[in-house]
């Protein structure tokens, strides 16, 4: 096939050119003659152009139309060239490439190269237009540095580029030319030696670093069995941080699967110690899932006392792990062993808010860990069987109590402050303390901030019959209507009339439209505890994994919501309720009767309580009654008298029962949390400080303080905002010294408590004038430093003038 072309000049030339039926769109610039009506066109432009007019090019497909165009640029005195385009000129003409000597006429056209639309616009090698085009950015480059060998193999050995290099034959030669050219241009000899494989070996390469990948971090007798001796000697040079995110071959994840299992094997019996353990930690990728089970199974199985230190490394290392999960790995710290709660001594008595206290911080943490790992703790039952006993014995003076009581929680709602308010009331049943950090993320993650977190007593039993319709009312109730209904005259007797909006799932509430003005909304939801009372993990899953998913979708609908509302964003408020917590029973807590007996009084199997008509009490057995107390409701009438358990006391019932609990009596069923959240952030006050039983010097007033002994500080802080404070580290800042011991402290709200801690100030301290501290708390889970100075003098304690008494 032949062209021929016209060209005058340079700048200004024409150019005629025969291009006959190569299949090619032509650049813009370019005039296609294609028929006479384009050749009339043609022959009106150049009669038409001046001589200081830019170079015009025209292509034609007719040797008829390119002889006819000769004549006429001689007819009308237009100088002009002629040319042939060969398609390797053409190419190098619309690709904007310099074409090699090995592309021949015959390429060009039996892989149809015209028919590719590649960006042209930046002059470049064919080699790298075409590997761009075909394989991706990762081959534009010039030199192949670390990062960017992962993406070039990942581009290599994607189903793409296998059809495209069966298509287009050249591409192969075109990548051969770029390796040679990386290699040449790397100073890295791993460079060089992994550009010579490349072309030939690419899968190759792509196990053999997979296998380093995986293995890297094992003993080296395990990459030794799956690879030959000049593999092992190849990707040993190459920096296992660069190809860490290097998707894994199949056929090597399946090989290196096998030796770790192999080894974990091996090992297991030797793992008896945190330095053991973190031993084996590190020899992980911390990809595999397989790894991660490996490694959580050895914390679970009781062979050393994990630490918390030990679990962080693992969160660390399986963060991105597929098929784990943020909250199975939250989950971990359920094997290391809390600080056993505060026994509460035979004459002791502890109140409402010790109650709530000990609950929260001590209990909640120490019991989760028991039901995680079946330890039963024969002491601390008992403490739990006498807040059974404390709260039934206080009940009615505790449901008095509106800041105690769940059903009064919601009284919030009549306050002058939420008249104009958007509030959406998210009744959660059965939110256990223990599971509120979940929510609590789930709903910061969408935007919320919390202001307030209390603690409220649940009414006895804790089922949700006896207690949603009270919370909602705000009124003991004897017999339960519509929840709607007892809204909607809650809403004309509490909340000044406004509208409320009843919800009973959460498809209601992504279905729902914002409201224009303040309006109440509640949003029933049930599934929660649906789930708890389920046994999932029989499905190999955690009630943790579940409730993420639950509040999850439950967070992005409040959230939307939230978006659609017009009015001001610190006028938005979630209310977080819940009905009763609930309890897991372990096998030591469970009790046998007879069955008849326990049919017919325990036909609930998720409730722990047995509801009795008066006149049939004499017919349960006493040894029944031993186990926990008679109760009657005190604020209603009724004919009914509750068998209470005491503590975990629960009746056996022939295995039916495998997740959540509750009608009971313990702290996690009876002692809830309820939250306040916002979309703007709490303005939280500022804590005060004072320091306690100072030495001071009379004529200066300055703090005295004595190097080389250990002395006691004591600073009471007053925390005046709505929620607890919790004090979580504290710092001598200045001058040197060492900070022997300091417990954390929780600061209750608008109260005060006592941080202590034992200081060692060092000789360098002699003649400072002052000591600095910082304090860091945190407050609804937001974190808080508060630096305080004293002016102080540092003395000797062998100065003149010391005393004995000054010990």
């Given amino acids: 096939m032949r062209s021929w072309s016209v060209t005058v000049g340079n700048e200004n030339q024409v150019s005629i050119s025969y291009i006959g039926n190569l299949a090619h769109t032509p650049p813009d610039d370019v005039l296609l003659v294609e028929n006479d009506g384009d050749y009339v066109r043609a022959c009106h432009t150049l ?12 292509w034609v497909r007719s040797k008829n139309h390119f002889a006819w165009l000769r004549d006429f640029t001689e007819q009308i005195d237009c100088s002009s060239k002629f040319e042939e385009k060969t398609p390797r000129l053409v190419l190098a003409e619309q690709w904007n490439v310099q074409i090699p000597e090995w592309l021949t006429d015959t390429d060009v056209l039996d892989f149809n190269l015209l028919d590719i639309p590649v960006d042209s616009q930046k002059q470049t090698d064919f080699e790298n237009r075409l590997l761009i085009h075909l394989l991706g950015a990762a081959f534009q480059p010039d030199m192949l540095i670390s990062a960017h060998l992962v993406d070039v193999i990942k581009a290599l050995v994607s189903d793409e580029a296998k059809a495209a290099f069966k298509k287009y034959p050249v591409l192969r030669r075109c990548f051969e030319t770029k390796c040679e050219q990386w290699a040449k241009r790397s100073s890295e000899t791993w460079v060089k030696d992994i550009c010579r494989q490349l072309p030939e070996n690419s899968n190759e390469v792509w196990q053999w670093l997979s296998l380093w990948v995986g293995l890297h971090g094992y003993p080296e007798k395990l990459l030794e069995y799956v690879l030959a001796p000049e593999q092992v000697l190849l990707i040993r040079k190459v920096p296992p941080d660069v190809i860490n995110d290097l998707p894994l071959e199949s056929t090597a994840k399946e090989q290196m699967l096998t030796q770790i299992e192999l080894l974990f094997k091996e090992t297991w019996e030797q793992v008896t110690s945190s330095d053991m353990f973190r031993k084996v930690v590190r020899w992980t990728s911390g990809r595999l899932l397989k790894e991660y089970h490996f490694i959580s199974s050895i914390l679970r199985n009781n062979r050393f006392p994990p630490t918390e230190e030990d679990v962080q490394e693992v969160q660390t290392k399986f963060r991105y792990c597929p098929g784990v999960s943020e909250n199975q790995l939250n989950a971990l710290r359920y094997c290391v062993k809390p600080d056993r709660p505060t026994l509460l001594g035979l004459e002791e008595e502890w109140s409402s808010v010790e109650w709530i206290r000990w609950t929260a911080e001590e209990y909640v943490p120490y019991r989760t860990w028991q039901v995680h790992n079946g330890y039963y703790d024969e002491d601390l039952e008992q403490t739990v069987a006498r807040f059974t006993d404390w709260y039934i014995a206080e009940y009615t003076s505790i449901h008095k109590d509106p800041d105690l009581s769940l059903t009064h929680c919601l ?11 958007f509030s959406i009331i998210l009744l959660i049943d059965c939110l256990l303390l223990a599971f509120m950090d979940i929510l609590d993320d789930a709903l910061r993650n969408v935007g919320f901030s919390r202001h307030n977190l209390h603690y409220r007593f649940a009414a006895l039993p804790t089922i949700t019959e006896y207690n949603k319709a009270a919370l909602l009312s705000g009124e003991w ?20 009339g406004k509208q409320v909006v009843y919800l009973s799932n959460l498809k209601s509430m992504l279905e729902m439209a914002a409201p224009q003005e303040a309006t109440i909304v509640v949003l029933n939801f049930v ?20 409730l993420h998913r639950l509040f999850t979708r439950m967070a992005e609908s409040v959230s939307k919501l939230s978006q659609e509302w017009s009015g001001p964003r610190e006028q938005l408020s979630v209310y977080v309720v819940t009905d009763h917590g609930a309890c897991r029973i372990l096998e030591e807590e469970k009790r046998s009767f007879d069955s008849t007996v326990v049919n017919r009084l325990f036909a609930n199997e998720k409730h722990r309580f047995s509801a009795v008509a008066e006149d049939q009490i004499d017919e349960i057995p006493e040894n029944l009654w031993v186990l926990g107390h008679r109760f009657k409701r005190p604020f209603i009438s009724e ?15 022939a295995g039916r029962v495998k997740g959540y609990i509750h009608g009971g009596v313990t702290p996690e069923e009876v002692i809830v949390p309820a939250a306040q959240y916002k979309l703007v952030k709490a303005a939280w006050k500022t804590l005060a400080t004072r320091f306690l039983n100072l030495d001071q010097v009379r004529e200066t007033g300055r703090a005295k303080f004595y190097i080389q002994r250990v002395v006691t500080l004591e600073v009471e802080i007053q925390n005046p905002n709505p929620s607890d404070v919790r004090v979580f580290r504290a710092s001598i800042m200045s001058p040197e010294t060492d900070l022997k011991s300091c417990e954390t402290v929780v600061i209750p709200a608008g109260s005060v408590n006592t941080l202590q801690m034992n200081c060692y100030f060092k000789k360098a301290a002699l003649g400072e004038r002052s000591l600095e501290i910082e304090i860091a708390y945190e407050i609804a889970g937001n974190q808080h430093t508060l630096p305080l100075t004293l002016e102080s003098e540092f003395r000797s304690a062998i100065a003149s003038g010391f005393s004995l008494r000054d010990l």
């Fill in 527 to 546: 599934d929660g505890d649906e789930l708890l009372h389920s046994d999932v993990e029989s499905k190999n899953i955690t009630y943790e994994d579940e």
């Fill in 47 to 58: 009669s038409h152009r001046e001589k200081s007019d830019i170079g015009l090019k025209v």
């Fill in 477 to 496: 109730q004897e017999k339960t209507g519509s929840y709607e209904a007892i809204l909607k005259t809650r809403a004309n007797t509490d909340w000044g």
């Fill in 639 to 653: 004919n009914t008298v509750y068998f209470l358990p005491k503590g975990h006391n629960t009746v056996r019932q």
């Fill in 411 to 421: 009284r919030v709602l009549s306050s002058n402050r939420s008249e104009n308010e």
